[in-house]
Nanobody
Framework: QVQLVESGGGLVQAGGSLRLSCAAS??????????MGWFRQAPGKEREFVAA????????YYADSVKGRFTISRDNAKKTVYLQMNSLKPEDTAVYYC???????????????????????WGQGIQVTVSS
């Protein structure tokens, strides 16, 4: 079992930056074996993919809406994944969720990382609000 805890959210002005962190824990957790993702859900919208990073070489994937502004990274020693958010826009306002899945040493591409159902573990979510 894996527990995920997000931190770093809050209120910022448009054009500002935030860094979200997601700390993973579990007695049998081998963090480096997990692919990690960030999703968000805004009022009136379904949960949408934001960014993901693979378990092996650290390949990254981004939604078109955040490319060039957001950066996902991971620190396996700290069992933490980060989402650096720059040039924030009011439309980035949402609850952001961290997610994890163990690919069992398999390699995936395409829709695997973009689909919420691919992930087995989820954090509680953290609010990000960007004022205009």
């Amino acid at each position: 079992q894996v527990q995920l805890v997000e931190s770093g959210g809050g209120l910022v002005q448009a054009g500002g930056s935030l860094r979200l962190s997601c700390a993973a824990s579990g007695r049998t957790l081998t963090f480096s074996s997990y692919a990690m993702g960030w999703f968000r859900q805004a009022p009136g919208k379904e949960r949408e993919f934001v960014a993901a990073i693979s378990w092996s070489v650290g390949s990254t994937y981004y939604a078109d809406s955040v490319k060039g502004r957001f950066t996902i990274s991971r620190d396996n020693a700290k069992k933490t994944v980060y989402l650096q958010m720059n040039s924030l826009k009011p439309e980035d306002t949402a609850v952001y969720y961290c997610a994890a899945v163990n690919p069992r040493y398999q390699y995936f591409s395409g829709s695997y990382y973009y689909t919420p159902s691919s992930y087995d573990y989820w954090g509680q979510g953290i609010q990000v609000t960007v004022s205009s």
